[in-house]
């Protein structure tokens, strides 16, 4: 979309934005376990397929964890194969600054995006963890969340998409320029 003859983007996958910047979705409170946020769970989505095709791609060509510690978060990593434990340990890597802050960024998106995805999809689809992820993943490529939300709806009652993910006051009029 183009406003002033300046381009504005005003959807990302399923998450809209005004032309005022303001996101359909607010940015989850610190501290939390757990998703209102759909940048995360996109994010968490695509994340989650990535590490499956690596994971089997792996699996495929015989590629086997590496010894060292570091090598083995990564692989870990990678793959989607990371611990709780994993998740919760920042490597210190003597004389290395760059690759303890590797891992620590790796344990903070663990845990701020793929844990807090995985909590969303045990939430609201318990023993359809799959069947959610893969909807979401096609919302999210599509840019259309009717089927998931008529999913979710279907399961928790009607306006749970909106219910779960609208910030307030998202159609205040202040807001919507």
Do not use: K
């Amino acid at each position: 979309m183009e406003v002033a003859g300046v381009p504005v983007r005003t959807q990302y996958g399923i998450n809209y934005r005004r032309t005022s910047g303001q996101s359909y979705s607010a940015a989850d409170q610190r501290g939390i376990h757990h998703t209102r946020n759909l940048g995360i769970v996109m994010e968490g989505a695509c994340d989650r397929e990535a590490r499956a095709l690596t994971r089997q791609t792996a699996e495929r060509f015989g590629v086997t964890e590496p010894s060292d510690a570091l090598g083995a978060l990564a692989f870990r990593d990678a793959t989607g194969t990371l611990t709780t434990e994993d998740a919760g340990r920042v490597a210190h890597v003597p004389d290395s600054e760059e690759q303890t802050r590797y891992a620590a960024a790796l344990s903070g998106y663990e845990t701020g995006v793929n844990r807090r995805y995985s909590h969303f999809l045990e939430e609201f689809a318990p023993g359809e963890e799959d069947e959610c992820h893969v909807r979401s993943l096609v919302a999210m490529i599509s840019g259309d969340a009717t089927t998931l939300g008529t999913w979710l709806d279907e399961r928790h009652g009607p306006g749970t998409f909106m219910g779960l993910f609208r910030t307030p006051g998202y159609f205040d009029p202040a807001l919507t320029a």
